[in-house]
């Protein structure tokens, strides 16, 4: 009869521990399952943002475009200056009223500012008005020396870019060796306008009555040199310029012939972007489309 007791108990006992273990389980699995209802609801409402950014259609609220790790295509329903300009206003906080010499200097040098490079920093306006302030932009850049030269850098992702390129094709710089192909200073800038140009000129050019010698030299404080993203060298093979182009490296200052460019996209990229192909003494130039 103890016996008996005991094992009403022992057994009473045993069906309370399964039916606390059965509870804890059962609200384990009631956590569990909103937990997923959430995600699934999270999931849900997460979709037309993405939407909102694969399609790039507007408006997209509060959504900063710079976050995703997708890369940047403009909408191809917008025209060439639509596509571009899309692109350039993601790096420039202003874009310049058409007409103005800050717009003449965007269409003659603004093709790094479609630059999606996240290691690449853009200047915040299109002049330099002097050497110090060349000196505080250039002094925030992250520099590169390119292979087998001395003196001469280029922002870092630029120099990454032409040394894969130099290393498939010998391209040699334009003097040969030296900074002045490379990154350059103010002085330098107004050292090379003086030997090309004068003040004459430049008021032309800020009238947009002269444009030509865009091609020849920059005007002060507005050299893609100064933002250490363009070389001069030396091309004169298929070769070469295939190697440049595929590191994205392109001809984008019209008559500038030994004047590169890193722009940092692929070849088949630049006319989503709006840039017009265009042929010039047997040399593709890729224009802003301003
Ligand atoms: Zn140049």
Redesign the pocket.
């Known amino acids: 009869m103890k016996l008996t007791i005991r094992n009403k108990k022992i057994i009473t006992r045993a069906i309370r521990k399964a039916t606390f273990i059965s509870i804890v389980i059962l609200i384990i699995f009631i956590l569990v399952a909103s937990n997923e209802i959430t995600h699934h609801k999270l999931a849900r409402t997460a979709q037309p943002l993405n939407v909102c950014l694969n399609t790039d259609s507007l408006p997209c609220p509060n959504i900063s475009t710079e976050t995703t790790s997708k890369p940047f295509i403009p909408n191809p329903e917008l025209n060439e200056q639509q596509r571009f300009l899309s692109a350039i206003a993601r790096k420039l906080t202003t874009v310049p009223q058409a007409g103005t010499y800050e717009y003449i200097l965007l269409r003659a040098y603004g093709a790094v500012f479609v630059n999606q490079d996240v290691g690449i920093k853009l200047p915040p306006k299109h002049l330099f008005a002097n050497e110090q302030e060349t000196q505080e932009f250039q002094a925030t850049l992250t520099m590169g020396n390119v292979d087998g030269t001395k003196d001469c850098y280029l922002q870092k992702s630029a120099s990454d870019a032409l040394n894969k390129a130099r290393s498939l094709q010998k391209i040699p710089l334009?003097s040969g060796y030296g900074s002045g192909?490379c990154t350059r200073t103010f002085s330098t800038n107004l050292r090379f306008w003086r030997k090309y140009a004068n003040n004459q000129i430049l008021a032309k050019v800020q009238q947009g009555k002269e444009t030509k010698i865009l091609g020849v030299v920059?005007p002060p404080g507005t050299?893609?040199?100064l933002w250490g993203l363009?070389?001069?060298l030396r091309v004169g093979s298929k070769e070469q310029r295939k190697a440049l182009n595929q590191n994205g490296w392109f001809q984008t200052?019209q008559n500038?012939v030994?004047?590169?460019t890193y722009v940092g996209l692929t070849e088949e990229d630049l006319p989503l972007f709006g840039f017009k192909k265009q042929i010039t003494g047997g040399i593709t130039y890729w224009i802003t489309p301003l």
Do not use: G, L
């Open positions: 334009k192909d920059a050299s893609q040199h363009a070389i001069d200052v500038d030994p004047h590169w």
